[in-house]
């Protein structure tokens, strides 16, 4: 099969050298175990583990890796679940991410304005997941750590340079050959990068799953995701709250130094109004429509506005390929479990290269890539439906609906062992757990 892809200028940051042969083509082939595409925080991760494990890797980008730390670049922050936490424990990456990371020990959830500190909310629309509730498979850890985006990539970096992972960054793949033996990316340069496995880690609008011809199913939600950062005038203690209206959503998650990452999602006209007006307004609106949990919020630097959507994959493999992350699945930011989706697909799939690795078998078969399919598409799908239904659920405010939430909401407070389950699935603890997400090294 012959791909063509866009191209671009590109400079390469290679480590230690791959084997090269220059065979019959005038152009050399750098050859590697496995050549990702895509150095956001899934594909990173999967490098990472899979380097760690004795493989060979290369890791393609289309911006430099140092492009992404700055604090302008995207302005966004992740709830890194507990389980993920254990994978970059696993990984070595996670003392490096601490003095960064705040924990966050509850997630508060309301309908309507928020509690001051210390009032007692309804319950039949507010649920408190507390981290103490699942601390005996926490070992007493949180329920996340909150890292911002640069911080991640920072210690991503470090480690994959450490771990001698071979970098082609700012550069893009223009073409890619797969047969039954190898899958070739070819560089604009006209450099060419050989492994038996190719891995799309490429974002939601993935090129290399729409050049292999996978398809994928879903829809736009119509809202805009509103991203900042804020400083807060009371104490947030380490809480998340997630508060929901008809058509909209406002999550305030803590970071540290007394600062909170804002998602604020709006029906997309209001959300761009929101992004591109003047730091009073904004502010005066945010303190206005949340109420008095927090205290006053104010900016503390850019605004950033994403479209949000549901996009899944027809297939998460395809010829010596794989898709991780938002390439393989992208969802609505209501429940921050977007990324945590792509850590576990990375766990999963670095558990299953490696194991066949060993035992001798090609990593890039057919047979090898249907076990990674088959352990992420349940999860992957379920999470999805759920998410989409939480969205669609909150999406009106007719007074039946707003009774059926209400009537569900409070049995779920009350179900201890419902909230158990949903706090240690949404912590990746869950039912047939990768070794990285249980802290162990492959």
């Not at 319950?123 to 981290?131: A, E, K, Q, Y």
């Not at 600062?259 to 709006?266: D, N």
Request: glycine share 10%; proline share 5%; charged share 20%.
């Amino acid at each position: 099969m012959h791909i063509v892809i866009a191209a671009q200028r590109r400079r390469p940051l290679d480590g230690a050298r791959p084997e090269v042969d220059k065979g019959v083509m005038s152009d050399p082939i750098l050859r590697f175990d496995v050549v990702i595409a895509g150095a956001g925080p899934a594909g990173a991760t999967l490098a990472l583990a899979l380097a760690k494990a004795g493989l060979v890797v290369a890791i393609v980008d289309a911006e430099a890796l140092e492009t992404r730390l700055a604090p302008e670049f995207d302005g966004r922050a992740w709830a890194v679940a507990w389980g993920n936490v254990l994978q970059f424990k696993a990984l070595g990456v996670a003392d490096a991410l601490e003095p960064h990371a705040q924990p966050v020990t509850h997630i508060l959830v309301s309908e309507g304005p928020m509690p001051a500190a210390g009032a007692a909310p309804p319950r039949s629309v507010f649920l408190d997941f507390n981290s103490a509730e699942v601390s005996d498979e926490t070992g007493g850890g949180p329920l996340a750590w909150m890292v911002e985006n640069r911080h991640l990539r920072s210690a991503l970096n470090t480690a994959l340079e450490a771990a001698g992972v071979h970098a082609f960054a700012p550069a893009r793949v223009v073409g890619l050959e797969t047969d039954a033996r190898a899958a070739r990316f070819r560089l604009h340069d006209g450099r060419v990068l050989e492994a038996p496995l190719a891995v799309a880690a490429d974002g939601r609008n993935s090129r290399l799953r729409e050049a292999a011809g996978i398809g994928f199913h879903g829809w736009d939600y119509g809202q805009t995701g509103v991203v900042a950062t804020v400083e807060l005038d009371t104490p947030h203690q380490g809480v998340a709250h997630e508060y929901f209206m008809a058509g909209s959503a406002l999550a305030s998650l803590p970071l540290t130094d007394q600062r909170a990452s804002l998602v604020w999602v709006e029906p997309t006209a209001r959300g761009r109004a929101l992004a591109d007006a003047s730091p009073e307004a904004f502010e005066a609106h945010l303190n206005r429509r949340f109420g008095p949990a927090l205290g006053r919020a104010k900016l503390t630097g850019p605004r950033f506005s994403y479209p949000l959507g549901l996009r899944s994959a027809d297939a998460m493999v395809g010829a010596r390929l794989a898709l991780v992350g938002d390439a393989a699945h992208s969802i609505h930011p209501i429940a921050g479990q977007g990324l945590n989706l792509g850590f576990k697909d990375v766990a999963a799939l670095a558990e299953v290269v490696v194991d066949a690795q060993r035992l001798g078998e090609d990593i890039g078969s057919g047979l090898v890539l249907e076990r990674y399919a088959r352990w992420r598409r349940f999860d992957c799908a379920a999470f999805a439906v759920a998410t989409d239904g939480f969205v669609r659920a909150y999406g009106s405010d007719t007074p039946l609906l707003k009774a059926v939430r209400g009537a569900v909401v409070g049995a779920m407070n009350r179900s201890q062992g419902l909230k158990r389950a949903m706090m240690l699935n949404a912590g990746g603890l869950l039912g047939d757990v990768p070794k990285l997400l249980r802290g162990q090294t492959l």
